[in-house]
């Protein structure tokens, strides 16, 4: 077997051993860094953040029961960029733009 495929197969069986929460939590966070990122472009990348802080809260809202200890941090981070969107949208009058989905809208409003 190829040095790789042992490579490969080692990978697999860590993540088989590591907690999943821990795994989805990861991932999550890179949901909040990508939405940082677009945050903080320049010009900010409105439209992009909204689409990364609406998957990060789409995801976080899915599973937010099962994240055990982890949850409580992700959901702090998604209030976090909520509000900087907020405030960086208000410093850039980008044209359609489309804002985050927060807890308290939906589609129809």
Do not use: C, W
């Not at 200890?69 to 969107?85: K, M, N, S, T, Y």
């Not at 907020?86 to 044209?95: C, G, N, R, W």
Request: glycine share 6%.
């Amino acid at each position: 077997m190829p040095a790789e495929d042992e490579k490969i197969l080692q990978l697999q069986q860590e993540l088989l051993n590591a907690d999943p929460a821990t795994i989805v939590a990861n991932h999550a966070y890179g949901l909040f860094e990508l939405a940082g990122l677009y945050l903080g472009a320049t010009p900010p990348r409105l439209n992009d953040a909204s689409l990364a802080i609406d998957a990060f809260a789409g995801m976080l809202s899915a599973i937010e029961d099962r994240l055990g200890d982890v949850g409580e941090p992700l959901q702090d981070g998604l209030r976090q960029l909520q509000a900087a969107f907020i405030q960086v949208a208000k410093l850039d009058h980008e044209p359609n733009r489309t804002p985050p989905m927060t807890p308290n809208s939906n589609a129809s409003d």
